[in-house]
């Protein structure tokens, strides 16, 4: 299941949206809601860590997709494991010391293929840099929050900071509805980027393999920078097979993400 974002139209207007664009995987959360609060995906409070996923997500903007309970995590602070669990309501948060420090986040979610034809199931991890801000402060249009026994679960703050966690895009040129693309050539467009409100290092490095048997053996993608945070992917695929996709990013400041898509879409005939 996929949700959109609230936005408002002219009178009259009229827009086209795609949905359950292959291949599905986990988006940070972090849309910009038309008059109502806009949270960051990845955001630090004190020393807590919170973090607001979406496992099956497709690729426009805004759309957020299934948010699962079945998808485990697991997060380690310079190495060492500081918390583990499933996502709740699309939301994870652990407790941090207050040194510097690399923060990884490790995100693995399955959906049986009834639920999805292609992109099953995803192993995801994200690295990032983070530090005691205690005063940084987010635009007021947007809202973090603490939870609170006294006055309710979760209280709304802009006292916070917002963690610098990448995220990508993909876009398979010539897929079909039924999430088939034509044999032969692969061309796939990849946006990387930040979430809303963090700090944006440039991106250095993306790095992609293709397996046509759910990763045990792999070969090399050629990968294309066409302009700052965006890149064309191409390799050749024979018919009838589902690619599985693995992708590296990295930017300037170490901070990154590494991404397996199981089966992402499927190529035709």
């Known amino acids: ?30 849309r910009k809601h038309d008059g109502l609060p806009n949270y960051p995906s990845a955001f630090r409070v004190g020393n807590k860590l919170w973090f607001l996923l979406n496992p099956f997500s497709d690729n426009s903007p805004g759309h957020v997709g299934d948010l699962s309970d079945r998808a485990p995590y697991s997060v380690r602070q310079d190495g060492k494991q500081v918390g583990k669990g499933q996502l709740s309501f699309g939301m994870a948060s652990v407790k941090v010391t207050a040194k510097p420090s690399v923060i990884r986040l490790a995100l693995t979610a399955s959906e049986p293929s009834t639920a999805n034809e292609f992109s099953t199931a995803t192993d995801t991890v994200w690295t990032m840099h983070t530090h005691p801000q205690p005063r940084a402060v987010i635009p007021g249009s947007w809202t973090c929050f603490i939870e609170s026994y ?30 088939f693309a034509p044999a032969g050539s692969q061309q796939i467009s990849v946006d990387v980027g930040h ?36 890149y ?16 590296t990013a990295t930017d300037a400041a170490g901070n990154s993400i590494a991404e397996t898509i199981t089966d992402a879409y499927g190529v035709g005939g």
């Not at 006294?150 to 709304?156: A, D, H, N, S, W």
């Open 150 to 179: 006294v006055t309710g679960p979760f209280v709304p703050t802009q006292k916070c900071a917002v963690l610098p966690m990448l995220a990508v895009s993909y876009h398979v040129h010539g897929l079909r509805l039924d999430g």
């Open 1 to 30: 299941m996929q949700d959109d974002d609230f936005y408002t139209l002219p009178g009259r207007a009229s827009t086209t949206v795609d949905w359950n664009e292959y291949p599905l995987h986990p988006q940070p959360d972090g």
């Open 195 to 230: 979430i809303a409100l963090a700090r944006a290092a440039p991106i250095v490095s993306v790095k992609v393999r293709v397996s046509w048997d759910r990763g045990r053996t792999w070969q090399p993608v050629k990968v294309s920078r066409t302009s700052a945070g965006h």
């Open 232 to 247: 064309r992917l191409a390799f050749t695929a024979p018919a009838g097979v589902d690619p599985t996709l693995s992708l």
